[in-house]
Every structure is written in C-alpha cells, then in structure tokens.
C-alpha cells in the first residue's frame, strides 16, 4: 500500500503560444504568487497554499474539458465576487452535501472548483 502524504503540485496546460498570457492571468487577475526559476519544459510556477500549480504549452492542450482540480477556500462568497469583479464567468454544480461550491474557467478553457465546507 502507498502511504499518500499530500499533493504537491497540479499540471495544466496551456495552448502554443499562451505561456505569457497565463503568467499574466494568474499573476496578475488570480494574483498568484509566481515561482521563480528555470523551471523543466519551459513551465511557470506558482504556489496555491501548499500547492503548487505548474503550467506548461501543450501542441494538444483541450479545451472544456471536465476535468478539473478542486480547492478549499476559506470564504468561498468572497472568492465568487472576486472572480466576478474581474469579469470571470461563476458556473454552479449539482449540491454536495456538506460544502458549497463552484467552477471557473481560466482563459485557455481550463477549470477549476472552489469548495468551502459548511459548519454544522
């Protein structure tokens, strides 16, 4: 049995030729902090709590897909005015018992779920 200790990391990718747009994006709207370094393939980092996102230009990146990473939020209503004050479409999901939740897109099709956990 593997003894799983965290996540460390998540990869995304990006269209040819996007790479700047998504340092832009997620520094600059998400307000990420960026990982500086030369990092493998030409990626940008950055650090999502304990997390790190790594972005990478894929020749087949897909867009729309379902697939996505889900995060936990400390104020998931602070989080959705956020997004939409710099003009990012919220979509809402089925309910899951126990927590709220949402989803977003970045500019390149990708998607991603913010979740809050409710107190009982």
């Known amino acids: 049995?593997?003894?799983f200790k965290r996540v460390d990391h998540i990869l995304i990718s990006v269209p040819l030729?996007?790479?700047a747009s998504?340092?832009?994006f997620y520094a600059e709207i998400l307000r990420l902090n960026q990982i500086l370094r030369?990092?493998?393939r030409g990626a940008i980092w950055?650090?999502?709590a304990d997390i790190q996102l790594h972005i990478r230009e894929e020749k087949y990146h897909q867009t729309n897909s379902d697939i996505h990473p889900a995060f936990?939020?400390?104020d998931l209503s602070h989080a959705k005015l956020f997004l939409k004050n710099q003009n990012i479409i919220v979509k809402y999901s089925s309910k899951i018992d126990g927590r709220e939740r949402f989803f977003f897109r970045d500019p390149f099709g990708n998607r991603f779920e913010l979740i809050e956990y409710l107190r009982c």
Do not use: D, S
């Open 1 to 3: 049995m593997i003894k």
């Open 17 to 19: 030729g996007g790479l």
């Open 22 to 24: 998504a340092q832009r």
């Open 38 to 40: 030369n990092h493998p």
């Open 46 to 48: 950055f650090e999502i």
């Open 72 to 74: 936990e939020v400390f």
